[in-house]
C-alpha cells in the first residue's frame, strides 16, 4: 500500500519523510460505515491531516456551485486531472479537485508553509 502510493499522501502528495512524527494512515476511501471494504481498492494513504478531515465524508459542497460533489478518489481518479500544484498551494481544476481541497482543508496555513519550505529545498 505505501509502496503504490509511493510512501506519498494520496491526496495533497506529503511524503511520509516529511513528517516522519506523524505516521501515514492507510485509510478507507469509503469509510466501513458506508459499507467499504478492506480491499485495496478501498484503501489509499493519506497523512494524518488529510486522513483526520475527510473522516468518513465521501461528498462534499461544491464551493462554487453548491452542489453535492464527491471527493477525489485515488483509486478511480488522476490526481493531475483534479488537481496542480501552483508554488505551495494546491489549485482545484475540477468541481471534484476544489471540494475535496475544501473538505481537507489542503491549504490550510500550517501545510502552504510545510510545503513552502519544502519547495525551497527542492523537496516537493
Ligand atoms: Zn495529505
Redesign the pocket.
Do not use: G, H, P
Given at each position: 500500500m505505501r509502496h503504490r502510493a509511493g510512501n506519498r499522501?494520496?491526496?495533497?502528495?506529503?511524503k511520509q519523510e516529511h513528517v516522519p512524527f506523524a505516521t501515514f494512515h492507510i485509510e478507507h476511501i469509503i469509510a466501513r460505515k458506508h459499507g467499504g471494504g478492506d480491499d485495496p481498492s478501498n484503501l489509499a494513504l493519506?497523512?494524518d491531516?488529510?486522513?483526520a478531515h475527510k473522516g468518513p465524508n465521501l461528498v462534499g459542497i461544491d464551493p462554487e456551485t453548491r452542489e453535492i460533489v464527491p471527493l477525489f478518489n485515488p483509486r478511480d481518479h488522476i490526481w493531475e486531472e483534479h488537481f496542480h500544484l501552483s508554488e505551495a498551494t494546491i489549485i482545484g481544476l475540477t468541481a471534484i479537485g476544489c471540494t475535496t481541497i475544501r473538505v481537507?482543508n489542503?491549504n490550510e496555513e500550517r501545510r502552504v508553509r510545510l510545503r513552502t519550505m519544502l519547495k525551497r529545498y527542492g523537496q516537493l
Open positions: 499522501c494520496e491526496y495533497c502528495l506529503l493519506a497523512c491531516r488529510c486522513n481537507l489542503m
